[in-house]
């Protein structure tokens, strides 16, 4: 799979017996990875036919109650959700490719 510069994926990823979504961007050389999870009500950030909406800034905003995300640290950036921001999942380069996961735990 390629992701593109300025791409945001969602993906279904499996660690051990556990499923996890994800929402992976892509900015420049660097790939990024949160749960995804709005920490305001638990939802999936993206629409109902997979897509993610943006503000004209660059930062996610929640389909479900329009809380916004920063793309690079997760954190919230107004509506819902204030002070609670996405979990990061850890993202690394080997070689061509990218590994994702396992998911940060604080």
């Not at 999870?37 to 929640?62: K, M, N, Q, V, Y």
């Not at 950036?77 to 380069?93: D, E, I």
């Amino acid at each position: 799979m390629d992701l593109t510069d300025g791409q945001i994926l969602g993906l279904d990823v499996t660690e051990g017996r556990a499923q996890r979504r994800l929402i992976v961007i892509r900015r420049g050389d660097e790939v990024i990875a949160f749960e995804n999870r709005c920490p305001h009500a638990g939802w999936p950030l993206d629409t109902f036919d997979g897509r993610f909406l943006t503000s004209e800034t660059g930062g996610l905003i929640c389909a479900a109650h329009m809380a916004v995300f920063d793309p690079k640290t997760g954190a919230c950036l107004g509506g819902p959700g204030q002070g609670r921001g996405l979990t990061p999942v850890a993202v690394r380069s080997e070689g061509d490719s990218w590994v994702i996961g396992p998911v940060a735990r604080a």
